[in-house]
């Protein structure tokens, strides 16, 4: 069975860090792209960034470009997301996705995680 399971999330002060990670198991994603995408209450889901497989091409959106870095390490089948400076308005459940493709639509995605809570206090 495919698993993506997120971590790191928790309750920072604006201005503070956090580090996501996401650990996939049941099959190898090394070829597959990777993403992180968000979703706060009451709003639709939004892409947050996107990785290639082999990590030389990504996706920012522009609310988070400068702050967050997205990586991953195939050889732990795991893709990070650091967010630095975060803001009270990056607060929402964040998701990891796996993918054939690397694009910044939600519907690309096949696999998901369930969700790690951010919640940044101002």
């Known amino acids: 069975q495919v698993q993506l399971v997120e971590s790191g999330g928790g309750l920072v002060q604006a201005g503070g860090s956090l580090r996501l990670s996401c650990a996939a198991s049941?099959?190898?994603?090394?070829?597959?792209?990777r993403g992180w995408f968000r979703q706060a209450p009451g709003k639709e889901r939004e892409f947050v960034a996107a990785?290639?497989?082999?990590?030389?091409?990504?996706y920012y959106a522009d609310y988070v470009k400068g702050r967050f870095t997205i990586s991953r390490d195939n050889a732990k089948n795991t893709v990070y997301l650091q967010m630095n400076n975060l803001k009270p308005e990056d607060t929402a459940v964040y998701y990891c996705a796996a993918g054939a493709a690397l694009l910044t639509t939600a519907g690309a995605y096949v696999y998901w995680g369930q969700g790690t809570q951010v919640t940044v206090s101002s």
């Open positions: 049941g099959r190898t994603f090394g070829s597959y792209a």
């Open positions: 990785l290639s497989w082999g990590g030389g091409t990504t």
